[in-house]
């Protein structure tokens, strides 16, 4: 017995003895499952595309089998776990199929950074925060103001009471200081 069975087994077990079923019903259902549960797992497995999920339905099929007010009352018991897992399972791929419809689609596979390019980052990111030190006071502040706070070039020209045009010029300005010092520290194209 392997040991997905004997732990589906046991849970079976635990579940009848828990359950208010009579002595009968309890051997009922445990010698459909001593005889049918090699073949249900198999039956599930042909449908699914996991061993796990096959076992899984399974051991719902037996839960919903245990539920029965009456199991008794079913004459073809066997036959009834079979068309309960084979529904089970169809709601399964249904499932499943619904949740890969709207999880979204990676076109590339991310990875993490080298190493070197986090150095290499880190080392134009120490640079540029000194080629922004470098620019007048005024230019600095609607610079890291755009950059940093996310602040549009109108509110950036209320806050400073300066016209939106000369909150554009800083702007300009400072992007091509930043641009040109960083291109003089890397040795050109980069």
């Known amino acids: 017995m392997s040991v997905a069975q004997h732990i589906n087994n046991r849970d079976l077990r635990i579940y009848v003895e828990d359950n208010d079923l009579s002595e009968a019903q309890r051997a009922l259902i445990t010698d459909l499952f001593n005889q049918h549960n090699d073949t249900l797992l198999r039956f599930l497995r042909a449908r699914l595309p996991s061993d796990s999920d096959a076992h899984e339905v399974a051991q719902e ?6 539920d029965l007010d009456k199991p008794g009352a079913i004459s073809y018991l066997r036959a009834y776990l079979f068309k309960t897992a084979s529904n089970l399972a169809i709601d ?17 596979k991310e990875e993490a950074p080298s190493e070197e390019h986090v150095a290499l980052v880190n080392e134009k990111m120490r640079l ?18 755009s950059r940093y706070h996310d602040m549009t ?25 930043c641009q040109m010092r960083l291109e003089e520290a890397t040795g050109g194209g980069q």
């Open 153 to 177: 070039t109108n509110e950036i020209a209320q806050l400073m009471r300066l016209s939106d045009r000369m909150v554009r010029k800083y702007l300009v300005r400072a992007t091509e200081h």
């Open 128 to 145: 540029m925060n000194g080629f922004v030190n470098e620019l007048p006071a005024k230019c600095r502040k609607v610079f890291m103001l």
């Open 92 to 108: 399964h791929l249904r499932s499943a199929q619904r949740a890969s419809r709207y999880r979204p689609m990676t076109f590339f």
């Open 61 to 66: 099929a037996y839960v919903r089998l245990l």
